[in-house]
T-cell receptor, first 114, second 112 residues
């Protein structure tokens, strides 16, 4: 079974631009969650989608948004990029709702904002 | 959500057994203890999960005492490739994603 796939692997943008990241979950998994990881803040939850609906949202500004398609693939968008948005963005998939379930992470998208 | 405490870093040598202990004093009855491993610039990878006593898989063992206030991840005969950050999480049916805290983890360095 193929794992969680995230594209692109690396991205360089400048301040003020916007970016879209993609995540393809493991086949059959309906829950996709997104995380931001930085050296200073660790791994922080952004939001979670299940059956095309955002079920949970972390404490991030509205510049961070996402969506999920009918095939469970998910995209994350960051508008008006700031230098502090430089981070490793990870997505994870699970069968249902996460929590006590195993989360399967992708390799992430390393975003650098210049 | 049960807060977890684990050592910031540990050093070991190839071939040794490594034990990483995690404290979770406020663990709830329905909570599980879950460990993830993360290599640089990669996503965390599930290692093992347990509720009580001992769980073993092909990668590691997890020891949980009767009071469940702590747990120990045991890595037998580590190799250089086990150098990574290890996260202990306490999760349960009521753990929302917002409460899923990976913390700083334990940075394990395995030397030749």
């Amino acid at each position: 079974k193929a794992g969680v796939t995230q594209t692109p692997r690396y991205l360089i943008k400048t301040r003020g631009q916007q970016v879209t990241l993609s995540c393809s979950p493991i086949s059959g998994h309906r829950s996709v969650s997104w995380y931001q990881q930085t050296p200073g803040q660790g791994l922080q939850f952004l939001f979670e989608y299940f059956s095309e609906t955002q079920r949970n949202k972390g404490n991030f500004p509205g510049r961070f948004s996402g969506r999920q398609f009918s095939n469970s693939r998910s995209e994350m968008n960051v508008s008006t990029l700031e230098l502090g948005d430089s981070a490793l963005y990870l997505c994870a998939s699970s069968l249902e709702r996460g929590g006590e379930e195993k989360l399967f992470f992708g390799s992430g998208t390393q975003l650098s904002v210049l | 959500l049960a807060k977890t405490t684990q050592p910031i870093s540990m050093d070991s040598y190839e071939g040794q057994e490594v034990n990483i202990t995690c404290s979770h004093n406020n663990i709830a009855t329905n909570d599980y203890i879950t460990w993830y491993q993360q290599f640089p610039s990669q996503g965390p990878r599930f290692i093992i999960q347990g509720y009580k006593t001992k769980v073993t898989n092909e990668v590691a063992s997890l020891f949980i005492p009767a009071d469940r206030k702590s747990s120990t991840l045991s890595l037998p005969r580590v190799s250089l490739s086990d150098t990574a950050v290890y996260y202990c999480l306490v999760v349960g049916p009521n753990t929302g994603f917002q409460k899923l805290v990976f913390g700083t983890g334990t940075r394990l360095l395995v030397s030749p």
